[in-house]
T-cell receptor, first 118, second 111 residues
Framework: GAVVSQHPSRVICKSGTSVKIECRSL??????MFWYRQFPKQSLMLMAT?????????EQGVEKDKFLINHASLTLSTLTVTSAHPEDSSFYIC??????????????FGPGTRLTVL | GENVEQHPSTLSVQEGDSAVIKCTYS??????FPWYKQELGKRPQLIID?????GEKKDQRIAVTLNKTAKHFSLHITETQPEDSAVYFC??????????FGAGTQVVVTP
C-alpha cells in the first residue's frame, strides 16, 4: 500500500524557536497533502490543505503566518511552526492522497510528529 | 460545513463479542466514508471505507453499513480480539473533499 513518512518523529524545542516537519509520499505522487493536529484523547483536527505548486488553504482559526506550509514537489510537503509556544505542543500528522491511484478519496497518514515546546 | 458525530465514546466488550460504532453526518453531498483505527501514539490506519453508491461492505470480521437517507453509517466488528483494542474514528468527506472526523471511540476488548 501507499506509504507516507514524516520527519522528525518527535522534537523538543524551546519557546520562541521554529520547527520544521517534513511529510513525504514514498511510493506515489501526491498533489494534495493535509496537515492535522491531534491533542491527547481528542480527534484529528484539519489545519490546512497543502497543494503542490500553489498556496495552502487553511482552516478557520489556523494562523497561516504561524503555520507555514510549503508543497514544492509531488512527494514533499513541509509544515513550519514559527515562534513555537507551549500551547503548540501537540501531535502533528500529515496525510496524502494518491494523485494517480484509482481512489482519489483515500488518505494515507504519516506516523506523526510529537512536538513538545518547553 | 460537514459535522460528524460518533457514538459511543467508549466501548468495552468481552473477547468474542461484537462491537458496533455509529456515526451521523450532516452534509448530504458527502460521498466517501472511511474508518480509521489508531493505537496510542501511532498513525491512523484505514481499516475499511464505503462510498455512497454502496449500502454495505465487508472485509473479514469488519463490516460497514451506510444509510444515505438517514445520513448515518456504522462499523461492525465481529468476534472481537484483544488486538482490536484501539481508538476508532469515522470520517466523512465534506463538499471540498476534505475529511471531517468523528470524536473517536475507545474500544477495549477484555479477554
Amino acid at each position: 500500500g501507499a506509504v507516507v513518512s514524516q520527519h522528525p518523529s518527535r522534537v523538543i524545542c524551546k519557546s520562541g524557536t521554529s520547527v520544521k516537519i517534513e511529510c513525504r509520499s514514498l511510493d506515489f505522487q501526491a498533489t494534495t497533502m493535509f496537515w492535522y493536529r491531534q491533542f491527547p484523547k481528542q480527534s484529528l483536527m484539519l489545519m490546512a490543505t497543502s497543494n503542490e505548486g500553489s498556496k495552502a488553504t487553511y482552516e478557520q482559526g489556523v494562523e497561516k503566518d504561524k503555520f507555514l506550509i510549503n508543497h514544492a514537489s509531488l512527494t514533499l510537503s513541509t509544515l513550519t511552526v514559527t515562534s513555537a509556544h507551549p500551547e503548540d505542543s501537540s501531535f502533528y500528522i500529515c496525510s496524502a492522497r494518491d494523485s494517480a491511484g484509482g481512489s482519489t478519496d483515500t488518505q494515507y497518514f504519516g506516523p506523526g510528529t510529537r512536538l513538545t515546546v518547553l | 460545513g460537514e459535522n460528524v458525530e460518533q457514538h459511543p465514546s467508549t466501548l468495552s466488550v468481552q473477547e468474542g463479542d461484537s462491537a458496533v460504532i455509529k456515526c451521523t453526518y450532516s452534509d448530504s453531498a458527502s460521498n466517501y466514508f472511511p474508518w480509521y483505527k489508531q493505537e496510542l501514539g501511532k498513525r491512523p490506519q484505514l481499516i475499511i471505507d464505503i462510498r455512497s453508491n454502496v449500502g454495505e461492505k465487508k472485509d473479514q470480521r469488519i463490516a460497514v453499513t451506510l444509510n444515505k437517507t438517514a445520513k448515518h453509517f456504522s462499523l461492525h466488528i465481529t468476534e472481537t480480539q484483544p488486538e482490536d483494542s484501539a481508538v476508532y474514528f469515522c470520517a466523512a468527506t465534506d463538499s471540498w473533499g476534505k475529511l471531517q472526523f468523528g470524536a473517536g471511540t475507545q474500544v477495549v476488548v477484555t479477554p
